[in-house]
Structure formats: structure tokens, C-alpha cells
């Protein structure tokens, strides 16, 4: 079960953290990787890994908030292996230069445009590519966006644009799958909360404070990259094959987030435990 043998994958922000963990695992299971990332040195790092371990993969620099490069990623795909059946637009987060993480009361006009530029946009854009292969081919596949648990309640104190990106995947999650059912296209998102990556890790500096943010977890713990990669692999494999339109939260068991309680502790001067 869950084999991926013959299938080609595109997957956007390859370089690091989840795209990375992704890659690894569609690898493992026998896919073609075709991995886009803003570094070089990642791709390169990442290349040679699954080279090693007798992978096949294609990587290209690729900015996603430059169509054009979505466009050369999907043709490097085609070009390379023939066809695509999966499509990953795990790129996004936090916008540079861009002041997302205040109230939305104070939130710019040009944090706005960028946030959803990188998170919304984008994704669409890099959807598109992903779609029309795999209508072409008459196979479909399956295109798959990275939410976030914050996409499914509130999220004060900072996280609100970015929220609000992710819930826009959500809403349109399911009204692509609506769409692009007719051409056996699955679409469907993955919402993690907390995973530790380059990205996160400033949060958690020190052991004390990566298991206090631990806590907040019936699981115990913080996610990992291959708790969504997992999840990932499922979901490009046949046995997801009438899975589409759904938003999975991966969360160890939290199905709330933890910001609003800690925001509003924070209001009132006192420390969230």
C-alpha cells in the first residue's frame, strides 16, 4: 500500500523543513521528485541525498511568487519525467519585510498584499500549472495545498494575516475539487499545527521552552516533518483515490489553538503555563 512507483511529484519549498520531509518520503515510496526551492544550496544538498539513496530527482530555483518560474518548474517536470501526478504548494509563511505579525488593527495594506501574494496567489498560480498536466494527460492526480490549524479558529496576537491566507486554502481546497473532479484531479489540504523546522526553531531557543510549547499538545509533543510527510504520501497514493476536498488537521491532538488562550493571558499580564 501507499506505493508511489512510477509517479512524479512537485513539490515547492523543497529545500527545507516539511518540503524537504515530503521529498524524502515520495522518494522512499518510489516517486520521481521534482523539488523547487528559493536556494541553491538546499536543492543541491537535497539532490544529492536522494541521489544516494538511488532516488530520482529534478530541482530548480523557483521563487513561487514569480509565475514564470512556477511555469519552468512544471515544464522541468514534464520535461524530465513525462508527466506529473502530484503537486505540493508547500511554500508560503511569513512574507519578507513584510510587518504580519501585529493586530489587525495595525496591519499595513502592503503586509496584506504580500502575505497573500506568497500564501494565496501563489498557490493558485502553482495549482494551475499542477492542473492543467495532469488534465492533459487525462490521469489526474492530486494537488495539495499547506494549510494551518490556525486556518480553522482564531489567531490573535500576530498570526491573523497568515490565518486568514491559510483559510483562503481551505475555501478554495474545496472549490477546486469540485472543479476538477470531472478530470479525476484530487485536491485536498493538510493543516499542521506546530512542526519543528529551520523556520520554528528560533521559537523554542532552549529544552525548557520547546517542552512548555510541548505541553500544549495531548500528544506530548511538537510535530515533525515526517509526521506530515506521512500524510502527504497517503494522500498522493491510489489508496486516497475518492479523497478529495478535505482539510486534515494534523495537530497531536489539539483541535484548538493555543494562541488565543495566550494572548489573552498575555492582556492581562499574567504567563500562559
Not at 30 to 36: E, F, I, K, L, Q
Not at 53 to 64: E, F, L, P, S, Y
Amino acid at each position: 500500500m501507499f506505493s508511489l512507483q512510477g509517479k512524479t511529484c512537485v513539490v515547492t519549498g523543497a529545500g527545507k523543513g516539511i518540503g524537504r520531509g515530503i521529498c524524502l518520503a515520495y522518494a522512499a515510496q518510489g516517486a520521481n521528485v521534482v523539488g523547487g526551492a528559493r536556494s541553491d544550496g538546499d536543492l543541491a544538498s537535497l539532490a544529492a541525498e536522494l541521489t544516494a539513496a538511488g532516488g530520482n530527482i529534478a530541482v530548480q530555483r523557483t521563487d513561487v511568487t514569480d509565475a514564470q518560474q512556477l511555469e519552468q518548474l512544471g515544464a522541468l517536470a514534464l520535461q524530465r519525467f513525462g508527466r506529473i501526478d502530484a503537486w505540493v504548494n508547500n511554500a508560503g509563511g511569513f512574507a519578507p519585510n513584510a510587518e504580519a505579525q501585529t493586530d489587525m488593527i495595525e496591519v499595513k495594506e502592503s503586509t496584506l498584499e504580500k502575505m497573500f501574494r506568497l500564501n494565496v496567489t501563489a498557490q493558485v498560480l502553482g495549482a494551475q500549472v499542477g492542473a492543467r498536466a495532469m488534465r492533459d494527460s487525462g490521469r489526474g492526480g492530486l494537488l495539495l495545498f499547506m494549510s494551518s490549524i490556525d486556518s480553522l479558529y482564531a489567531a490573535p496576537g500576530g498570526e491573523g494575516v497568515y490565518a486568514a491566507c491559510k483559510a483562503a486554502l481551505n475555501s478554495l481546497t474545496q472549490t477546486m475539487a469540485v472543479e476538477l473532479g470531472q478530470f479525476r484531479i484530487r485536491v485536498n489540504a493538510i493543516a499542521p499545527a506546530v512542526v519543528m523546522t529551520p523556520l520554528t526553531q528560533p521559537w523554542f531557543p532552549t529544552e525548557a521552552v520547546q517542552q512548555q510549547r510541548s505541553n500544549f499538545y495531548p500528544m506530548g509533543r511538537l510535530g515533525q516533518p515526517a509526521d506530515i510527510a506521512a500524510a502527504a504520501v497517503y494522500l498522493a497514493s491510489d489508496e486516497a483515490a475518492w479523497v478529495s476536498g478535505a482539510v486534515l488537521l494534523i495537530s497531536g491532538g489539539a483541535v484548538y489553538t493555543s494562541d488565543p488562550y495566550r494572548y489573552l493571558m498575555k492582556l492581562a499580564g499574567q504567563h500562559a503555563p
